[in-house]
């Protein structure tokens, strides 16, 4: 049904396009450069109209394109942070004497801990631990402030729930920090020594994002995840469809140009990407408050070119498989790979050198990167010239070769 | 139901190309995020701007570049020019050494540091204030003379489950899951939306067989597919990046299997909803990628989001495998501490099959 559908709207149209050029037939000879022009617009605007319609018709579409790319943003805009609110602790006092309690105390105070287990025993909280009820256990020993009061250094223990080792080497820094002020107030107690201490200030100050939210960062990443989904995934799926249902065969005998075509096909995608970019956009500015500091022009401009690079590679994926379930495969192994290597998620630093190679076939790094630099620092032209550029030579590679495939497959 | 069954076997089994991705495509990826993800720090490009040139600034730099955290981009002379190494993202963070650091150390037992960092991505910034900071402590240990008879706490600090702090710990659960849930939801959400599209689920329909058991018929095969693909990711984890499995093997096979049947049911309560393949596709990547990867606790630690979407993150089917996962692979665990979840994952199967087969229309449009 549909596919008869569809082919019966483009043989209408392309007659129609057809008859438009007869009737300026007479004139042929002095504006015929001139009516193939015409003409050839044209086509491709009947194509693109075609192409519309077609995505339209289909109910589902409307808030798959629209709506979920929205709410995502809204929602997973949140999720993304390393910053660890507080840590549930478990505590083994096993002195009970009035240092061991100042130290507990010192936690204590700490919004950052909360201590949820209190007890003697190390094989109970261990069993806590095991169960994920709490993450961190300090054992202080018995001997604890009779070791202090005798001027002997004394070990406590601190023991960290790893499985998330990112989380646990911050948690135990925290806890280590705390035990480090304590050491320093007993220093100081000791007169004798609290005078040739030296003590380096360190004073942080953080550039561009001085309340470390992470939500500033991540939206622009955020929204350019999804606008570079979108755009692959519909691109990736169009021409293997027509294959699939046949109907590329009935497209190839019409007299349409295969790059008019292509033109025609990318278009609606390409105007949808751009407009739920910047929809994305106007929401991470008046919802999130993110700032916007570089020209929304260049934005603009190197977005245009961009979406022609991510089309490019769907529409390549597209020619190169047989069933839409393969380009859908396809599409989305390289998506996993463009999205988690891009340092979006994970820093591109901490990664092996290989991998990070890898990146510079990543466009979406490329992108992301572009994108931070110029709504949160500011970045003038100049200074994202290696962006623009790399980004518009992958784009005339990506929709030369996805034209090239197209062309030699049908 | 026998024939119906062999149908979908060679179905499947004939279209080689999907096959390969179908195997190969986990593989890569596995071993791909395996070996590439890693959120230990190292080499992050750093500016020194030294004011003082001496005896201390010197030792001080010295201990930053050599460890392996930092790497030396700029040695700045003045404040000109850090704007625009920050700017063009050259830089990650700037230390600045006051003047007559020595003498000030000596003299006033004091001293400052600054560090500048740019944190346009905050997650990173902290953890490279952190380290800094670490160093910067150790540095203040070594230039203070040790204090003979005086009272010290010395913490002992112990990584349990994972002691080398490894990453692979974080990612393999992850990426099995993701891997497992998209593929199979994906697989059964096309192959009932192909029939539709083509028209050969008319076919289907006419035919004596009942709805429920087209639905298990399409189901099966992917089972046993995904079931062997959840093996040979597990057996990768195993042999390449030595993840232990400290808990009972068959007790994390049979979780996989649960949670590969839950997300062959969410697939095909997709594809009774979509309308076309495309539709069908689109919602079980686009609508699930993105969520399964950030609320599931793959990366991002649940118990830091917000408190809504703790809410959220409940009804993410991955979240509760990643933790089953975890509990068995990692801690060690047993069946008694995982119950919950497992039931959990027994209610979304259930929930998505009863959907389905409410769904699932008998009559054409």
């Known amino acids: 049904m549909l596919s008869c559908l569809c082919g019966s709207i483009f043989t ?10 007869k009737s300026f037939s007479v004139n042929k000879k002095r504006f015929g450069g001139e009516i193939r022009q015409i003409n050839r617009m044209k086509t491709i605007l009947y194509i693109i109209q075609k192409e519309f319609l077609q995505i339209f018709r289909d109910k589902m579409m409307l808030p798959i394109i629209f709506v979920i790319p929205i709410f ?25 004497s009035v240092s061991s309690r100042a130290l507990v105390q010192k936690f204590e105070a700490s919004p950052f801990f909360k201590i949820n287990a209190r007890s003697f025993s190390l094989e109970k909280l261990s069993d806590e631990m095991q169960d994920a009820r709490i993450e961190q256990i300090l054992y202080i020993p018995a001997d604890f402030s009779e070791q202090l009061e005798k001027k002997f250094p004394v070990k406590i223990q601190l023991i960290t729930d790893a499985v998330d080792g990112a989380a ?39 550039w561009y994002n001085p309340d470390l939210d992470y939500k500033t960062f991540m939206i622009p990443g955020i929204l350019v995840l999804l606008v570079s989904i979108i755009g692959l995934f519909l691109s990736g799926l169009n021409i293997v469809k027509e294959k699939e249902i046949g109907t590329i065969e009935q497209l190839n005998v019409t007299p349409i140009r295969k790059h008019h075509f292509i033109i ?76 988690l290597l891009s340092g979006l998620f994970m820093p591109v630093e901490n990664m092996p050198d290989w991998a990070q190679a890898i990146n510079i076939l990543n466009p979406i790094a490329y992108f992301i990167d572009f994108m931070r630099m110029v709504m949160l620092k500011g970045a003038q032209m100049a200074d994202v010239m290696y962006h623009i ?20 497959v049908v | 139901m026998k024939n119906f069954l062999i149908k979908e076997f060679l179905q499947i089994f004939r279209d080689k190309r999907t096959l390969i991705i179908l195997f190969g495509i986990p593989i890569v990826q596995v071993l791909l995020f395996g070996f590439a993800l890693k959120n230990e720090m190292r080499d992050v490009p750093i500016a020194i701007l030294d004011q003082s040139k001496d005896e201390y600034s010197r030792q001080l730099i010295h201990k930053i570049i050599s460890s392996e955290y930092f790497v030396l981009q700029e040695n700045l002379d003045s404040e000109k020019g850090i704007e625009e190494a920050f700017r ?50 150790s540095f203040e240990r070594e230039i203070n003379p040790s204090f003979a008879g005086v009272p010290m706490i010395i913490p002992e600090t112990q990584m349990r489950f994972n002691p080398e702090l490894r990453s692979v710990f974080m990612f393999v659960p992850g990426v099995i899951t993701i891997i497992l849930m998209l593929v199979s939801a994906m697989m059964t959400s096309i192959s ?15 035919s004596p067989v009942k709805p429920i058991q087209i639905i298990l018929g399409k189901v099966f095969p992917y089972v046993i597919m995904s079931f062997i693909s959840a093996i040979i990711i597990l057996l990768m984890a195993f042999t390449v990046f030595e993840m232990p ?11 996989s299997l649960l949670f590969i049947v839950m997300a062959l049911a969410l697939g095909i309560f997709i594809s009774t909803v979509a309308n076309s393949q495309q539709t069908a596709m689109l919602l079980s990547m686009f609508a699930l990628l993105l969520p399964s990867i950030l609320l599931s606790g793959f990366i991002f630690p649940i118990k830091n989001m917000p408190v809504i979407l703790q809410y959220v993150s409940q009804i993410m089917p991955p979240k509760w495998f990643v933790i089953i996962i975890k509990n068995i692979m990692i801690r060690g665990n047993d069946f008694g501490s995982i119950w919950k979840e497992t039931l959990i994952i027994f209610g979304f199967t259930v929930f998505f099959i009863g959907l389905s087969v409410k769904k699932f229309k008998i009559r054409l449009e």
């Open chain 1, 72 to 96: 995502q943003l809204l929602i997973l805009a949140h999720t993304a942070t390393f910053e660890i609110k507080y840590v549930d602790m478990g505590i083994i006092d096993l002195d009970q």
């Open chain 1, 168 to 206: 646990a080497g911050l948690m135990s820094a925290y806890a280590l920090n705390i035990i480090k002020d304590y050491n320093k107030s007993l220093l100081m107690e000791s007169k004798s020594v609290a005078s040739s201490i030296k003590t380096i200030d360190t004073r942080t100050s953080y």
């Open chain 1, 12 to 21: 209408t149209k392309s007659q129609g396009a057809r008859g438009n050029f």
């Open chain 2, 192 to 206: 009932i939306a192909r029939e539709k599209e083509l028209g050969t689920m008319e076919v289907l329909l006419v």
């Open chain 2, 245 to 255: 499995i400290v808990g009972n093997l068959v007790l994390l096979l049979a979780e």
């Open chain 2, 88 to 137: 063009k993202g050259k830089i990650k963070e700037l230390i600045v050494i006051e003047s007559n650091f020595a003498e000030k150390l000596e003299k006033e037992n004091r001293a400052v540091v600054q560090l500048i960092l740019d944190a346009s991505n905050p997650n990173e910034a902290s953890v490279i204030s952190s380290y800094t900071t670490a160093i910067l402590n």
């Open chain 1, 264 to 339: 025609g096909k990318l278009t609606p995608f390409w105007f949808i990407a751009m407009f739920d970019l910047f929809f994305g956009l106007a929401i991470a500015k008046f919802v999130f408050d993110i700032p916007i500091i570089g020209s929304i022009g260049l934005i603009a401009s190197v977005a245009s070119i961009y979406l022609v690079l991510v089309l490019g590679i769907g529409l390549f994926i597209s020619t190169l498989a047989d069933t839409q379930q393969q380009a859908m495969f396809i599409a989305w192994f390289f998506v996993m790979i463009f999205i």
């Open chain 1, 389 to 408: 550029i790399s980004i518009t030579i992958y784009a005339i590679i990506s929709i030369s070769l996805a034209t090239w495939r197209y062309k030699k």
